[in-house]
């Protein structure tokens, strides 16, 4: 009973010490469910990240949109498809960064890459 | 009396709402998925349920991680449609049934099911793209009465499958205990396979979800013992969403026959589809 998940490989888990981990990111990113604050995000993304009381490592992985780095660093993955939306970079995209191809290479790899 | 007059297990592809808004239909790359819907919808014309009790899951657009709900039932006589991040889809204000779900509220937490009640509840693409494909709405609404039960399968710990199944079968004892007539589908939904995150991106397992829908249809308190582990390892971390689908099961009964079967796996995500009809 209660055993915890054991790791699997290229993959994040998402359990209550991550999320702990991510808390700030993932407050930040549910913000954007707004309208509003998706403009102000825009509008200036850095006083938006000092808002939400990001650490300097945590800004710097939303500057350079280092999306394997923010999921390690504990966003949630629907989390971050709210930042990926704000920032045009849709899921594939995402994904395509954190595989670590190119999103042409990426969508190669896909059984009918016109279903986006 | 209430009476569950069927059960649809369904993936609820993000992207799927969009293809929909755009007129997608027709797209090669789309039709597969559309058309499979078009006997489903005929179906269910001919059953004609007055409520869809939908299990799905929030994807952080209504529910916060700052307190975060393993079971959320919503008690409601509407539902808005939620901004996920990426403005709302142009759909009307799902309808919901205040006194069927109170009375479900009711009996559950008799049960021993603690559930989180919502009378407010925002529902987004986990609840609207099976909403839409199987009950379409129009300018003046949904053909059909919403319950929306939310599950917990984001934040680990999640609930074992056995739960997911065992709140399936609470929930039928819930709905047939009702006093008025009301004819019920119930709808599981996610998965199948699929993993959105890690150098694993983009996993599928076309034979794990045809064993799990094999399974799901012969087997299913066999395939409630599955553990998370196992799911996640054999078809993708956000796989773990199937368990949703055993909570359909759950609430179904032993005579329960499948109707319809499909699979579609064209871009990160294996989209199944089965119906059973009680
Ligand atoms: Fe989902």
Known sequence: MGQPLKPIP??????????????????????????AEREAFKRDEEAFMTRFSLTEDEKKLIRTRDFKGLIEAGM?????????SATGNSLYKMGAQMRGESYEEFLKTRNISGAV | MGKIVGGIGLSHVPSVGPAYDRGKQQDPAWKPLFDAYIPVREWLAKLKPDVAI????????????????????????????ADEGFGTRPLPEVSGDADFSIHLCEQL??????????????????????????????????????VPLQINVVQHPLPTARRCFKLGQALRRAVESYEEKVKVVILGTGGMSHQLQGKRFGFMNEK??????????RNPEGLAGISHQKIMEEAGAEAVELIMWLTMRGALSKKAKRVHRHYYAPMTTGMGLITFED
């Open chain 1, 10 to 35: 290229d993959t994040s888990i998402f359990d209550l010490r991550l999320s702990r981990r991510g808390r700030r990111l993932n407050k930040m990113c549910e913000a954007l469910c707004s309208p």
């Open chain 1, 76 to 84: 949630n993955i629907y989390a971050m498809l709210k930042i990926g």
């Open chain 2, 54 to 81: 939908v299990v799905y899951n929030d994807h952080v657009a209504d529910f916060p991680f700052a307190r975060y709900p393993t079971f959320a039932l919503g008690a409601a006589d509407s539902y808005a449609i």
């Open chain 2, 109 to 146: 937490i008799q049960d021993e099911f603690d559930l989180t009640v919502c009378q407010e509840m925002g529902v987004e693409h986990g609840f609207l793209v099976p909403m839409n494909l199987c009950f379409p709405s129009t300018a003046s609404g949904w053909p059909v009465k919403s």
């Open chain 2, 208 to 217: 794990f979800d045809q064993w799990f829908m094999d399974e799901l249809e």
